[in-house]
RNA sequence: GGGCGCUUAGCUCAGCGGUAGAGCGCCUCGUUUACACCGAGGAUGCCGGCGGUUCGAAUCCGUCAGCGCCCA
């Protein structure tokens, strides 16, 4: 017997143990059905799992699940990414708490810790995947940092760079202060900062008493300034183009420069140009030729190196021993330094408040410092060209749509990508210098020696090159990286391209532009044919969830609270296109009702004896309820299956709950009862076969967005050994003999009680009043129908009988119409005739209006003219029920007239 | 500044040319033995404003307003 009360906690772990064990996640390249292939977005080692992680891998697991149920050889990829500098902070962090520096222990010790945390704490995500459901291939897991994964990157590197397609450049790099390393343009967010607008005024070379003002909103950058940019056009400042201005506190002679860069709009007109410290600054050096000497240092402090030979004294402007005082000051305290010395010198015109977008480090939350440095830069426009074509072609398709719009901007419009990290838990990159600076590039040191004795002539010592490559670097590869490449092997035969990738939108540059980039220069296709785009999960409020915040929602302690099938359906059913998803506790203990409805249902069927039946044959059943019931589950499996094949959750969630509520609960258990409570015959025996044959198709049918609950039915209902639903197969719509009359008569029969049970209750009669249904005007088919269905009737609609009128019999009391015929209910002393009159007039008068709506259209010629002919002979039918339906009024009003 | 999305019942959202929908909430009634995480019934909408296209617009086009996001 099912318990009283769906408990979730009571059989989640079992059941994904069973499954785990069984094999019944591991894809089968041996086999020759179709593969159909997802590859896990791979969390970061060091994540916990969060309530985006829930939404997408139940997306994933749902299709997974679903195409595995349809016969193709599933494959679900599993695995994780090293997340090189999150890692190591985690790391570094520990080992502080030691009082253990990483540079005191060196690289190698330090990266025996982090495997070492690893191996301990890199598992929490992959075991809160399994609470979720999630059936992945475990046994296929892999991790980026995996020798296999490792030696694909080597090999891609070393392709690149043979291909010239990555290279070492010396340019302008986002800088991170706090990690001291260099990040990648996606990895900075601007944020809006209050701030000033400093006005400095510069002295013009050879003109005493003349002044240039420059508009800057780092006064500190100042000492590496050489030049100073005004508008071409600009008539304020012509005369000074071509001549030199001296650069306060330094002495250097900068030139005046004309350049399209400096708005006249903006500030004073005229900008300061430090090329070397910020990314527009350095544009305008290059077209200019200018000198770009760098003043901060990796940590942003001040450093006077490359401009220590430009410091002159000039009385009032300029003064070395001040520049020197600035040497390995914090680069805001040095801001603070240089405006007071300015002011001191009055050369600060004006300070306006100003606030404007600062970069900032995306994990180290800290200003980013632009920095010339050499780095390894990868080209990515180049490899960006076919990843494009791809989907202006429609080889790769995004869903929805309009995600295509964001790919391409940022792909036309893609910068060098810079991949080399000054961090030590990572990818170390295959380069190799020789003591004069000639850099080899080799799969391993072995090759890079060869390479060094056949350019130099001689055995040389080489150093290796200490940077790594950025984590995303390796997530471009998983694709094919984890299927076993640069090996062929028949894992990669079989399920490279893969199917559909799934992520929120966050990402597309990330990981799915370069993953498509990565795909196409080595495997030579697009690494998937669909990129599904869902939303992000939000509060309640649709805000943003965050730590910091405090409104993040644990997955976890949902699932624990309602099930993993409670969460996962509430995220299905809310999953809209697109759309960010509003969820907070209250949605998901609201979902959690469904899995108790079916539990119920589930138990009731027990309870008459219903079970699995496999000589049950859908095909040869007489009784209109049971082709009733199996023709409308025909409907819900091919709207399930349609929705699922647009990726349309909300819509699989919904017509699997509306099918299982409203239809199978509500009416056709209700419709059962009579049989089931009654004498053993064939009718009897076919409804509980259809009663099986339908519950076995529910549980299929929402297995993959419910896997525990439904495989715990089909378990304890013996539909099939345990943990087997996983592998049942998805179900298909059988011939049903009769449908479309059996349909009639059900569709009849429900608007006949509801028609009552409306009636009743606007007229406020007590359930426990039982009357006589009279069918005034019914065809003899009604009659016969009433009769057939007459315990459904008096039990639902709690009548005694169900019969015509007889000739002369007059009833008083409440009437409704159905169809054809009007239907008495003798309530006379019970209800209020007055009451009833006026709720027919009510009711006649919006069939009235009705019907002159549909009237007037019809009486518009264009409309009759123009229209569709069905949408006009619709309107014809609508016109004539509305006015027989006004007919039936009038006359129920006249039965019961005083 | 450029681009995208959204605005439909109290709330969250479907619908995207032919009779305005769902879930939750709300109100009324209910101990009919599957289910109160329930059942029956009910109320609630100038489908953001204004123009246009069309026989017909929540749906298509334009425009304005508000909200959100992305890129500079």
Known sequence: MLEKNLLPASFEQRLYEGWEAAGRFGAHPESAADPFTIMIPPPNVTGSLHIGHALTFTIQDTLIRWRRMQGRD?????????????????????????????????????????????????????????????????????????????????EVFVTLHEQGLIYRDRRLVNWDPKFQTAISDLEVES???????????????????????????????????????????????????????????VGRRIPIVADEYSDP???????????????????????????????????????????????????????????????????????????????????????????????????????????????????????????IEAVETGKTEFVPKHFENIFFSWMRDIQPWCISRQLWWGHQIPAWYAPDGSCFVARTEEEALAQARQKLGADVALTRDEDVLDTWFSSALWPFSTLGWPNKTPELDKYYPGDVLVTGWDIIFFWVARMMMMGHHFMGAAPFKTVYIHGLVRDEKGQK????????????????????D?????????????????????????????????WNAARFCEMNGIGPDASFDPSKVETPLARWILDASNAAILEATAALEAYRMDDYAGACYRFVWNSFCDWFLEFAKPALNGPDTAEKAEVKGAAQYVLGT?????????????????????????????????????????????????????????????????????????????????????????????????????????????????????????????????????????????????????????????????????????????????????????????????????????
């Not at 995947?129 to 490792?150: H, I, N, P, V, Y």
């Not at 007109?269 to 990796?298: C, E, Q, W, Y």
């Open 265 to 387: 709009e903006k500030g004073s007109g005229a900008v300061k140009i430090t090329p070397a410290h910020d990314f527009n600054d350095f544009a305008v050096g290059k077209r200019h030729g200018l000198a770009m000497p760098s003043v901060l240092d990796a940590y942003g402090a001040v450093m006077l190196e490359e401009i220590e030979g430009d410091l002159a004294a000039l009385e009032g402007v300029a003064d070395p021993a001040f520049v020197r005082s600035l040497s390995g000051q914090d680069r805001f305290e040095a801001r603070k330094a240089i405006v007071a010395e300015l002011e001191r010198l009055e050369l600060v015109e004006t300070i306006e408040p100003h606030s404007n977008a600062v970069p900032h480090g995306d994990r180290s939350g800290v200003p980013i410092e632009p920095r010339l440095t050499l780095q390894w830069y990868c080209d990515a426009a180049t490899l960006a060209k076919p990843a």
């Open 191 to 249: 944020r809006e900062m209050k701030g000033s607008l400093w006005h400095l005024r510069y002295p013009v070379e050879g003109e005493a008493g003349r002044f240039i003002v420059v508009a800057t909103t780092r006064p500190e950058t100042m000492l590496g300034d050489t030049a100073i940019a005004v508008h071409p056009e600009d008539e304020r400042f012509r005369d000074l183009v071509g001549k030199f201005a001296i650069l306060p506190l």
């Open 74 to 154: 599933a494959l679900w990829q599993p695995g994780t990414d090293h997340a090189g500098i999150a890692t190591q902070m985690v790391v570094e962090r520990l080992l502080a708490g030691q009082g253990v520096q990483r540079r005191d222990i060196g690289r190698e010790k330090f990266l025996e810790h982090v495997w070492e945390w690893k191996g301990q704490s890199g598992g929490n995500i992959t075991r809160q995947l399994r609470r979720l459901g999630a059936s992945l291939d475990w046994r296929r897991e892999r991790f980026t940092m995996d020798a296999g994964l490792s030696e694909a990157v080597r």
């Open 698 to 898: 529910i549980l299929k049918l929402l297995h993959p967005v419910m896997p525990y609950l439904t495989e715990e039915l089909w378990d304890r209902f013996g539909y099939g050994p345990d943990c087997s639903l996983i592998g049942e197969s998805w179900p298909q719509p059988v011939a049903v003999p009769g449908a479309e009359a059996a349909r009639a008569e059900l569709d009849w029969l429900v608007s006949l009680i509801s028609a009552v049970r409306g009636v009743r209750s606007e007229m406020n009669v007590s359930p426990s009043v039982t009357v006589p249904l009279l069918a005034q005007g019914a065809t003899p088919e009604t009659l016969a129908r009433g009769a057939r269905w007459i315990d459904a009737i008096r039990r639902l609609g709690r009548a005694t009988e169900f019969r015509a009128p007889e000739a002369g019999e007059a009833v008083k009391g409440a009437q409704v119409t159905v169809g054809e015929a009007t239907i008495l209910l003798p309530l006379a002393g019970v209800i209020d005739l007055a009451a009833e009159r006026a709720r027919l007039m009510k009711e006649r008068d919006k069939a009235q209006a009705e019907g002159a709506k549909v009237a007037q259209k019809l009486g518009n010629a264009d409309f009759v003219a123009r229209a569709k002919p069905e949408v006009v002979e619709e309107n014809r039918e609508r016109l004539a029920a509305a006015e027989a339906e006004v007919a039936r009024l009038d006359a129920a009003m006249a039965r019961i007239a005083e």
């Open 545 to 564: 969830m965050s730590k910091s915040k405090g409104n993040v929602i644990d997955p976890l302690e949902l699932v624990e609270s309602f099930g993993a």
């Open 566 to 598: 409670a969460l996962r359906f509430a995220i299905a059913s809310l999953a809209t296109p697109g759309r960010d998803v509003k969820l907070g506790r209250k949605r998901v203990e609201d979902f959690r009702s469904f899995g108790t409805k079916i």
